[in-house]
């Protein structure tokens, strides 16, 4: 349901008004008694949904002494904790609360762990609460920007592709970061790791893509959940890596606006190689965050691909796709485009293309008058062609 601006601000304007002093009272409730928690349907809150009701309690004093600057997140006000119940909370209040900006996104378990990253002290959550209200309101102006993207209709398809575009176009992935430990590289890593990174200030690393995608997507009433996990790049090295899952129509796909963004010079145009993908696709590049499943938290599960970008599009290809592709490639040049992009229905013409572009030899468009760059993506099935 969509709210209005006043309406929230409204709301979250109450919640800090007067009470720098307020306690989380027991006994504890099982749903968070922020105003923030109801900023969209708390159903929709995916991860805490699957805490037991005793850690939903602890869970919701946690959020709600967070909301108010006044506990570091690891600070429990009571209980003893299983390490399992512990870590459940804590990924649901890392992974699931976009709208509680200051708390940075795109953190594996194990980083959390074993120290790799810390989360915010007391402190820190202090001095940014007294700036959520005015960051919120830039929040939800740009998801009224997002309304306006050209993309943008009725259905949570298009919803999703709007959310995407403004993304790609409005925000610049942050140079990798590279040691935490160093404390601007840390206070780097927390600034550019929020919905408000992206959404506003424009520049974010994959936590920060990942929370502002669910933040939009929940506010428009599409369920979405934040995930971490690893990403391959193939050479040998990792690094930890957050990423979407939404529900469009009902099933569950992958959404990677990071990689959406790749390269914002050029690729900006139908672009849309990561979204929308199965759970197959996805992890051929990217793992899944094991110790979630030691933790009993279980990501949904992608098997279809009827949501896929390029499918949904009719811009596929088959077995005979060499002749259908530049023709088709030139009735878009034509249009004005200076890009597209296709899903390999057949694995044998997926490997023949993947042999083209590692070989460099585009004798396939030669009959075009222009010249093209071409990109295959092996995992996601696409064929991108773009050019000036």
């Known amino acids: 349901m969509r709210r209005t601006l006043a309406a929230i601000m409204t709301l979250v304007l109450l919640m800090l008004g007067n009470n720098a002093a307020a306690v989380v009272n027991l006994p504890y409730s099982s749903e968070p008694t922020s105003a923030l928690w109801k900023l969209y349907d708390p159903e929709l809150h995916y991860w805490y949904q699957q805490l037991t009701e005793a850690e939903k309690r602890l869970f919701s004093a946690r959020y709600d002494c967070i909301a108010l600057g006044q506990a570091d997140l690891w600070d429990y006000p009571c209980g003893r904790l299983t390490l399992e119940s512990r870590e459940r909370i804590d990924y649901a209040l890392l992974m699931d609360c976009p709208e509680l900006l200051y708390i940075p996104h795109g953190s594996t378990m194990d980083s959390l762990r074993y120290g790799r990253i810390q989360a915010p002290d007391e402190g820190f959550c202090a001095q940014h609460a007294a700036l959520l209200p005015d960051r919120l309101a830039e929040c939800m102006a740009a998801l009224d920007a997002i ?64 929370s502002a995608m669910t933040l939009a997507m929940r506010c428009f009433g599409v369920p979405c959940l934040s995930t971490t996990g690893y990403h391959y790049p193939g050479n040998g090295s990792y690094s930890a890596h957050e990423w979407n899952i939404i529900k469009i129509g009902g099933e569950w796909t992958h959404e990677d606006v990071t990689f959406n963004d790749y ?41 279809s691909d009827r949501n896929n970008y390029y499918i949904r599009k009719g811009q596929t290809l088959g077995a005979d796709w060499q002749a259908e592709v530049v023709q088709r490639v030139q009735e878009a040049h034509d249009a004005g485009r200076h890009g597209i992009g296709f899903r390999m229905l057949d ?16 004798s396939v ?23 000036e």
């Not at 050029?266 to 051929?284: G, K, M, R, V």
């Open 365 to 387: 468009f030669a009959g075009l008058a222009f010249p093209v760059t071409v990109e295959c993506i092996r995992n996601a099935r696409v064929l991108y062609i773009s050019w």
């Open 147 to 210: 309304r306006l993207q050209p993309e943008w209709g009725e259905t949570d398809f298009e919803k999703e592709i709007a959310a995407d575009r403004f993304l790609v176009h409005h925000c610049m992935y942050e140079p990798e970061l590279v040691d935490t430990s160093i404390e601007p590289e840390l206070e780097l890593y927390r600034a550019r790791s929020t919905a408000y990174s992206a959404l506003v200030e424009g520049r974010a690393i994959c936590g920060g893509y990942a």
């Open 347 to 362: 694995s044998a013409a997926l490997e023949e293309a993947a042999r083209m572009v590692d070989s460099e030899n585009m």
């Open 263 to 303: 390269d914002d010079e050029a690729y900006t145009e139908d672009y849309f190689p990561n979204t929308n993908l199965t759970s197959t696709e996805i992890f051929q590049y990217v793992r899944n965050d094991t110790l979630k499943a030691g933790m009993k938290l279980r990501d949904p599960f992608s098997t």
